[in-house]
């Protein structure tokens, strides 16, 4: 039987998880549910009420990070170093990215220029430690895809969603090798074939709903009049 993702449709960390079953060639099906209005059979298997969960012959898995895990020593071929220390050190990253995936989602509620560009900043400087300890491209670790790397791509591709329609955020000048990654991720097939393919007006919708500062950047006529916030 093969296992099964259940997910919210513009979750990164969803997409973190779906990004390891691609690039591993996994079969797996996938379930979503609305997170406004959850189902009660999966308020009943997600201890904290949130996704992802994989559910593997009746066990259910939470947290993306634990999910991955177990995917990762489940199914070849391995995406964690083979080094001990080298794969505590790219665990540390992976749990560093969830402060980073906190800013992306923060970016998106805040509501005031000053706010928002505040939050900015503290991401960005996030992002100058993870410049420091880039090997180089494509990927975290050089040529070998890893776990790293699945966390980090849905920032990556939410952040490209922000500059279509505020500026640019990572730009080279700064990031001369985390530029050169985020490339080289939003490029690779198991990134694309891990969201939905409307992922991006998803997202824009979730930002009209969420009504922070960047939802003044998207137009009115298009996604109607302003809704009362919602921050789910």
């Known amino acids: 039987m093969a296992p099964k993702l259940v997910s919210f449709k513009a979750c990164p960390f969803v997409q973190r998880v779906a990004i390891a079953l691609q690039y591993k060639g996994i079969d797996y099906d996938i379930e979503y549910v609305d997170l406004g209005n959850p189902p009660e059979w999966f308020l009943a298997i997600s201890p904290l009420k949130k996704v992802p969960l994989l559910i593997v012959d009746d066990t259910v898995i939470f947290e993306s990070a634990v999910i991955n895990e177990y995917i990762d020593e489940a199914y070849p071929p391995k995406l964690h170093p083979e080094d001990l220390l080298k794969k505590a050190i790219n665990r540390s990253w992976i749990e560093f990215c969830n402060n980073i995936s906190l800013y992306t989602f923060q970016l998106s509620i805040k509501e005031s220029e000053n706010e928002f560009k505040d939050t900015l900043e503290l991401m960005l400087n996030d992002f100058d430690l993870v ?102």
């Not at 300890?133 to 939410?158: H, I, M, T, W």
């Not at 992922?199 to 709903?209: D, F, M, P, S, V």
């Open 131 to 232: 410049e420091n300890c880039l090997e180089d491209p494509p990927f975290f670790n050089g040529k070998q895809f890893s776990l790293v790397d699945s966390s980090y791509a849905p920032v990556f591709q939410r952040l490209n969603f922000l500059e279509q329609i505020y500026k640019p955020i990572i730009t080279p000048e700064r990031y001369p090798k985390l530029s050169k990654w985020k490339h080289n991720l939003m490029l690779l097939k198991a990134v694309k074939d891990s969201a939905v393919d409307d992922i991006q007006a998803i997202y824009y919708k979730l930002l009209w709903t969420r009504q922070g500062y960047i939802s003044q950047f998207l137009s009115e006529k298009e996604y109607g009049k302003r809704p009362t916030k919602s921050t789910y």
